[in-house]
């Protein structure tokens, strides 16, 4: 059975169980500040199991994508050493939202697993919480006596809280879990020693398969556990691992799913992968897995970078590098190769990748280029480093010259530690673990917030946003609780009924009031400080004041006002974007797609797929485009509740890495030019944006360019600021008929009298040159081999003249080792020159050197070991660093 009629078979199977059958989440967690991405198949179903959202059906199964190398649940480490672990995996899911519970969910997956796919009943084992006292959890009797006449007493495990309770963060859904276990083992290793022997005892062919999560609590801040409002299924089957099982392979890398990749790593390599404990085979499996977790993390709309999810890829993708490069000898960009026949395989069941497949490509190709540059500094840097042990006979690499390396050419420890041992050394592994929880400590100090526990005040089933048209509607608070951030203390309130948009897809929050009322009375107003979406919860954020809490007790119901003048504002520019990316397909070609915006009352800030820098003329054509469009006055067309084919009919452009429901919202500003999915606001005719104006472009990373531009109110305020300019330069020019040809005949002459005032500063430093010479000492080598010494303090006209000062006297001496200082407009400066007999006999440098003499005039600065140059504050110090100069030369 191949790894696609394996997933067909668990839709179909769910399917024909009244089960609606949905799409994968994108990898990247959207909207939920406790994930950075979608590690578990529920993490998309989250606020259903809270009561905070409607499902689009009580029964749902689906295939997620999930990554796992943060936070948890990080199975990083373990990828490619073992043949079961992945960064990136399927889950294979069915879901219950309050509907059936234990006896359905154990059943329907004991007939999947037996019947459908034939695996054989008595390699399999079925674990059942033991319970927790701690929490108050008991025995899960239920489930171990549905499961006894299926498998019989010996083959259920009775698993404690690690094994058996699945929590998916620190906080929310969570419950006993009933996992099921496969025996993949020779029968003659069977026989030798049971297989309930070696349940979660990691043995490598006696694994967990299915886990069966039957979600009944809500884990809170204080870590106690409240029952949720409804008992639900929430189950997670490895695809890759039943592949294994199904196909009766050793190693989920033994299967088709991984086959095809290590296949084309064979070829580039130009080696056998042998699926042996040799780091040539554990290189490829790290690169069979990682590709993946790269390749979709793309597609979903991430990319690499220094920050947060961006750096986890990163950080995977040079995983990757490194082991190919160590190991596989692969010197050159070899993952982008990859990305072909991983698009080819998930086109019709992640399509995302195969229409994106040239630019996924070149992100990862530029992100491998830059990388192996980096990674030859970095073993320069190595050489360097073991060098100077080898000088001093220690023969480890210490735990702060570890992490630099990482921190600095992104140089993993492991390659550090194996090419110690290569030269015969260690490195401090303690010392760097300790310099790597300094840095995780300062980076959790500088993002630290806490969120308490929810304070309930009212029931509500969703939360229904007016805003598309009401600025103002009357609502009851639900609930509220308060956070602790960088800006102190806050509240987050949630509402039944909101006008404020709360930041999603680019265009951040509304602000206003929240005015409260007690009966007919005003007790209080609250000032809306930004609007967050949370999950499916709309989160108004307001500050915090004296009697909060009685407050929004005592409220009865609350008058919502959103700051429409700001709205209107936000609007304009979040129209302007749409009209803006039609523009940019229309000039640059159908290959432009939106990769993130900024959509704010001051600016917008639009991100785009594209290989090189925008022109000028392009982006006049484009600007020309836009405000053409404006002034059409195009009539907003806008459709609600959309079925998603239908939206799709209509050629409406989605965005990558998004998820969409069944039904959506259509944007269109004219069926020929611009329709969009968008849950945003926008103006009711183009003619309402007024003018756009660009006022940047860029390149953010790899493969994609950033427009910023201004509308409305700041389109204007920007043409009268340039305006203005011009003006000012008319009247500083005496009012030239042609300002440019004026300003250029300017540089043209400032330009000229430059090279005039070059020319005499040459001869002057030359003269200088020829002074100089004169007073050069004859030094007897009394403490070294003979050599020549300068010591002067000399007027010059700029740092570059006194290094070049510096080098044309060391080419008309030899051995000559000088100390100059200046005045340079009101600043010291420093330059030392030394001769390679100096630096190999006294073991100078002229780094070291300057160093010591910048301390004199408060400065500081470096370079080479034969020459280094310093600038400093206090020119006093100057006489001084030349007078310890001149001893040190003695």
Same mark, same amino acid.
């Given at each position: 059975?191949t790894?696609?009629?394996?997933?067909?078979h668990?839709?179909?199977?769910f399917?024909?169980?009244?089960?609606?059958?949905?799409?994968?989440?994108?990898?990247?967690?959207?909207?939920?500040?406790?994930?950075?991405?979608?590690?578990?198949?529920?993490?998309?179903?989250?606020?259903?199991?809270?009561?905070?959202?409607?499902?689009?059906?009580?029964?749902?199964?689906?295939?997620?994508?999930?990554?796992?190398?943060?936070?948890?649940?990080?199975?990083?480490?373990?990828?490619?050493?073992?043949?079961?672990?992945?960064?990136?995996?399927?889950?294979?899911?069915?879901?219950?939202?309050?509907?059936?519970?234990?006896?359905?969910?154990?059943?329907?997956?004991?007939?999947?697993?037996?019947?459908?796919?034939?695996?054989?009943?008595?390699?399999?084992?079925?674990?059942?919480?033991?319970?927790?006292?701690?929490?108050?959890?008991?025995?899960?009797?239920?489930?171990?006596?549905?499961?006894?006449?299926?498998?019989?007493?010996?083959?259920? +495990?009775?698993?404690?809280?690690?094994?058996?309770?699945?929590?998916?963060g620190?906080?929310?859904?969570?419950?006993?879990?009933?996992?099921?276990?496969?025996?993949?083992?020779?029968?003659?290793?069977?026989?030798?020693?049971?297989?309930?022997?070696?349940?979660n005892?990691?043995?490598?062919?006696?694994?967990?398969?299915?886990?069966?999560?039957?979600m009944?609590?809500?884990?809170?801040?204080?870590?106690?556990?409240?029952?949720?409002?409804?008992?639900?299924v929430?189950?997670?089957?490895?695809?890759?691992?039943?592949?294994?099982?199904?196909?009766?392979?050793?190693?989920?890398y033994?299967?088709?799913?991984?086959?095809?990749?290590?296949?084309v790593?064979?070829e580039?390599?130009?080696?056998?992968y042998?699926?042996?404990?040799g780091?040539?085979?554990?290189?490829?499996?790290?690169?069979?897995?990682?590709?993946?977790?790269?390749?979709?993390? +793309?597609?979903?709309?991430?990319?690499?970078?220094n920050?947060?999810?961006?750096?986890?890829?990163?950080?995977?993708?040079?995983?990757?590098?490194?082991?190919?490069?160590?190991?596989?000898?692969?010197?050159?960009?070899?993952?982008?190769?990859?990305?072909?026949?991983?698009?080819?395989?998930?086109?019709?069941?992640?399509?995302?990748?195969?229409?994106?497949?040239?630019?996924?490509?070149?992100? +990862?190709?530029?992100?491998? !280029?830059?990388?192996?540059?980096?990674?030859?500094?970095?073993?320069?840097?190595?050489?360097?480093? +073991?060098?100077?042990?080898?000088?001093?006979?220690?023969?480890?690499?210490?735990?702060?010259?570890?992490?630099?390396?990482?921190?600095?050419?992104?140089?993993?420890?492991?390659?550090?530690a194996?090419?110690?041992r290569?030269?015969?050394?260690?490195?401090?592994?303690?010392?760097?673990?300790?310099?790597?929880?300094?840095?995780?400590?300062?980076?959790?100090?500088?993002?630290?917030?806490?969120?308490?526990?929810?304070?309930?005040?009212?029931?509500t089933?969703?939360?229904?946003?007016?805003?598309?048209?009401?600025?103002?509607?009357?609502?009851?608070?639900?609930?509220?609780?308060? !956070?602790q951030?960088?800006?102190?203390?806050?509240?987050?309130?949630?509402?039944?009924?909101?006008?404020?948009?709360?930041?999603?897809?680019?265009? !951040?929050?509304?602000?206003?009031?929240?005015?409260?009322?007690?009966?007919?009375?005003?007790?209080?107003?609250?000032?809306?400080?930004?609007?967050?979406?949370?999950?499916?919860?709309?989160?108004?954020?307001?500050?915090?004041?004296?009697?909060?809490?009685?407050?929004?007790?005592?409220?009865?119901?609350?008058?919502?006002?959103?700051?429409?003048?700001?709205r209107?504002?936000?609007?304009?520019?979040?129209?302007?974007t749409?009209?803006?990316?039609?523009?940019?397909?229309?000039?640059?070609?159908?290959?432009?797609?939106?990769?993130?915006?900024?959509?704010?009352?001051?600016?917008?800030?639009?991100?785009?797929?594209?290989?090189?820098?925008?022109?000028?003329?392009?982006?006049?054509?484009?600007?020309?485009?836009?405000?053409?469009?404006?002034r059409?006055?195009?009539?907003?067309?806008?459709?609600?509740?959309?079925?998603?084919?239908?939206?799709?009919?209509?050629?409406a452009t989605?965005?990558?890495?998004?998820?969409?429901?069944?039904?959506?919202?259509?944007?269109?500003?004219?069926?020929?030019y611009?329709?969009?999915?968008?849950?945003?606001t926008?103006?009711?005719?183009?003619?309402?944006?007024?003018?756009?104006?660009?006022?940047?472009?860029?390149?953010?990373?790899?493969?994609?360019?950033?427009?910023?531009?201004?509308?409305?109110?700041?389109?204007?305020?920007?043409?009268?600021?340039?305006?203005?300019?011009?003006?000012?330069?008319?009247?500083?020019l005496?009012?030239?008929?042609d300002?440019?040809?004026?300003?250029?005949a300017?540089?043209?002459e400032?330009?000229?009298?430059?090279?005039?005032?070059?020319a005499?500063?040459?001869?002057?430093?030359?003269?200088?040159?020829?002074?100089?010479?004169?007073?050069?000492?004859?030094?007897?080598?009394?403490?070294?081999?003979?050599?020549?010494?300068?010591?002067?303090?000399?007027?010059?006209?700029?740092?570059?003249?006194?290094?070049?000062?510096?080098?044309?006297?060391?080419?008309?001496?030899?051995?000559?080792?000088?100390?100059?200082?200046?005045?340079?407009?009101?600043?010291?400066?420093?330059?030392?020159?030394?001769?390679?007999?100096?630096?190999?006999?006294?073991?100078?440098?002229?780094?070291?050197?300057?160093?010591?003499?910048?301390?004199?005039?408060?400065?500081?600065g470096?370079?080479?070991?034969?020459?280094?140059?310093?600038?400093?504050?206090?020119?006093?110090?100057?006489?001084?660093?030349?007078?310890?100069?001149?001893?040190?030369?003695?």
């Amino acid at each position: 059975m191949t790894s696609h009629e394996i997933r067909r078979h668990f839709l179909d199977f769910f399917h024909s169980k009244q089960h609606l059958i949905v799409q994968s989440a994108p990898l990247v967690a959207k909207n939920d500040p406790t994930l950075m991405f979608n590690n578990s198949g529920m993490a998309q179903f989250k606020d259903f199991f809270l009561g905070n959202g409607t499902p689009p059906a009580r029964r749902v199964a689906d295939t997620q994508k999930c990554l796992r190398v943060s936070g948890k649940h990080n199975d990083l480490e373990d990828v490619g050493f073992d043949t079961y672990h992945h960064t990136m995996f399927e889950m294979l899911g069915n879901w219950s939202f309050g509907d059936y519970f234990k006896k359905e969910a154990i059943t329907w997956a004991w007939e999947l697993l037996t019947d459908v796919y034939q695996l054989p009943k008595d390699r399999l084992y079925v674990s059942v919480f033991q319970g927790d006292e701690k929490d108050g959890v008991p025995f899960d009797q239920e489930a171990f006596d549905l499961w006894k006449p299926i498998v019989g007493e010996d083959r259920i +495990i009775y698993g404690n809280k690690k094994d058996n309770f699945w929590e998916m963060g620190d906080t929310g859904p969570c419950g006993p879990c009933s996992e099921i276990h496969v025996d993949l083992r020779s029968p003659e290793e069977v026989a030798s020693t049971p297989g309930k022997n070696l349940v979660n005892a990691d043995h490598p062919q006696v694994v967990e398969i299915w886990n069966l999560v039957f979600m009944q609590f809500n884990r809170k801040a204080d870590s106690s556990l409240e029952p949720l409002p409804a008992r639900h299924v929430d189950t997670g089957m490895g695809f890759e691992r039943l592949c294994m099982a199904i196909q009766q392979k050793k190693s989920n890398y033994d299967t088709d799913v991984f086959s095809g990749t290590i296949k084309v790593i064979e070829e580039l390599a130009g080696r056998k992968y042998e699926a042996g404990t040799g780091m040539s085979d554990v290189a490829m499996r790290v690169i069979a897995d990682h590709i993946r977790a790269v390749s979709f993390a +793309i597609s979903d709309g991430l990319v690499p970078s220094n920050a947060k999810a961006g750096y986890v890829i990163r950080r995977i993708l040079r995983r990757a590098i490194r082991y190919g490069y160590s190991y596989l000898n692969l010197a050159e960009p070899f993952m982008s190769k990859l990305v072909p026949t991983l698009a080819d395989q998930f086109a019709d069941v992640f399509p995302e990748l195969n229409a994106q497949r040239d630019f996924v490509t070149t992100v +990862i190709r530029e992100e491998e !280029i830059s990388f192996l540059r980096t990674l030859g500094s970095g073993l320069g840097r190595l050489d360097q480093i +073991i060098s100077d042990l080898d000088g001093k006979g220690t023969k480890e690499i210490p735990g702060e010259t570890v992490f630099e390396l990482n921190d600095t050419f992104g140089f993993p420890a492991d390659l550090t530690a194996l090419i110690a041992r290569e030269k015969g050394l260690t490195i401090d592994e303690a010392g760097f673990q300790k310099a790597l929880k300094e840095q995780k400590t300062r980076s959790r100090k500088d993002a630290t917030s806490s969120a308490g526990d929810w304070i309930d005040l009212a029931e509500t089933d969703r939360v229904e946003f007016v805003g598309y048209d009401q600025p103002e509607a009357y609502a009851h608070i639900v609930k509220y609780r308060r !956070i602790q951030n960088k800006q102190g203390t806050q509240v987050q309130v949630v509402l039944d009924k909101t006008p404020f948009y709360a930041e999603s897809g680019g265009q !951040i929050g509304d602000t206003g009031v929240l005015r409260l009322f007690a009966g007919s009375d005003e007790i209080g107003m609250l000032t809306v400080l930004d609007t967050k979406k949370e999950n499916d919860l709309t989160i108004h954020i307001v500050e915090e004041v004296t009697g909060l809490d009685d407050l929004l007790t005592e409220a009865d119901s609350v008058y919502a006002v959103i700051n429409n003048a700001r709205r209107g504002l936000i609007s304009s520019n979040h129209s302007a974007t749409h009209l803006l990316h039609s523009a940019l397909r229309e000039v640059l070609g159908k290959h432009v797609a939106q990769k993130g915006s900024y959509v704010g009352p001051d600016a917008l800030r639009f991100d785009f797929s594209h290989f090189s820098k925008v022109t000028d003329e392009q982006l006049a054509e484009v600007e020309r485009i836009v405000n053409e469009k404006i002034r059409e006055n195009i009539k907003l067309d806008e459709k609600r509740n959309v079925p998603i084919g239908q939206a799709k009919e209509l050629g409406a452009t989605a965005l990558f890495g998004e998820k969409y429901g069944d039904f959506v919202r259509v944007i269109t500003f004219d069926p020929t030019y611009s329709v969009e999915l968008c849950g945003g606001t926008h103006v009711p005719a183009t003619g309402h944006i007024g003018l756009f104006k660009f006022t940047g472009e860029g390149s953010v990373s790899t493969g994609i360019r950033r427009i910023e531009g201004k509308t409305s109110a700041g389109a204007e305020a920007l043409v009268n600021e340039q305006m203005a300019v011009v003006s000012e330069l008319k009247d500083l020019l005496k009012a030239p008929k042609d300002v440019v040809k004026a300003v250029q005949a300017l540089l043209d002459e400032r330009s000229s009298l430059q090279k005039q005032v070059d020319a005499l500063q040459n001869e002057k430093v030359q003269q200088l040159k020829n002074q100089l010479l004169d007073k050069i000492e004859s030094m007897n080598g009394t403490a070294g081999p003979s050599h020549s010494r300068l010591v002067e303090r000399v007027d010059v006209p700029s740092a570059d003249a006194l290094k070049q000062l510096a080098y044309d006297l060391k080419a008309k001496v030899d051995n000559l080792a000088l100390v100059l200082g200046a005045d340079i407009n009101g600043k010291p400066q420093l330059a030392v020159m030394l001769p390679d007999s100096l630096i190999q006999s006294r073991n100078l440098n002229a780094g070291q050197v300057i160093k010591e003499l910048a301390k004199n005039i408060k400065g500081g600065g470096g370079g080479q070991p034969f020459f280094a140059t310093a600038g400093g504050t206090d020119l006093s110090g100057l006489d001084a660093a030349l007078a310890q100069g001149k001893e040190l030369l003695s």
